[in-house]
């Protein structure tokens, strides 16, 4: 059973830059595609951005492109987002999510009914 445990997450000020990891227990991450989701209140649960399996096809939502960088080690078992330009509409709680796709390493969901696990979710606050 895949296990997901986000850190990383606090307050900044905007502008500032946060790097997100979400490290995997209990199987390989090798074959599993990952994605970035966030929940600020009163809101849906939006995508921010996800990596496929193979590394090499990533997604971001049109408000963080530029800033946000998605990546994975699958050495470490991990994936990481590393968050630049920090705005204080980045503010809200961010999961990670992992979805098997096995025998394909080129695609990543966007939504998060594509995602079976999630980790517990990350505290951002920007704010000045």
């Known amino acids: 059973q895949m296990q997901l445990v986000e850190s990383g997450g606090g307050l900044v000020q905007p502008g500032g830059s946060l790097r997100l990891s979400c490290r995997a227990s209990?199987?390989?991450?090798?074959?599993?595609?990952v994605g970035w989701f966030r929940q600020a209140p009163g809101k849906e649960r939006e995508g921010v951005s996800c990596?496929?399996?193979?590394?090499?096809?990533?997604n971001y939502t049109g408000s963080v492109k530029g800033r946000f960088t998605i990546s994975r080690d699958n050495f470490k078992n991990a994936g990481y987002l590393q968050m630049n330009s920090l705005l204080p509409d980045d503010t809200a709680i961010y999961y990670c999510?992992?979805?098997?796709?096995?025998?394909?390493?080129?695609?990543?969901?966007?939504?998060?009914?594509?995602?079976?696990?999630w980790g517990q979710g990350t505290q951002v606050t920007v704010a000045s």
């Open positions: 999510a992992a979805a098997l796709y096995y025998g394909n390493g080129y695609y990543c969901g966007k939504r998060p009914d594509e995602y079976p696990y």
């Open positions: 209990g199987v390989s991450l090798d074959n599993y595609a």
């Open positions: 990596i496929s399996s193979s590394g090499t096809i990533t």
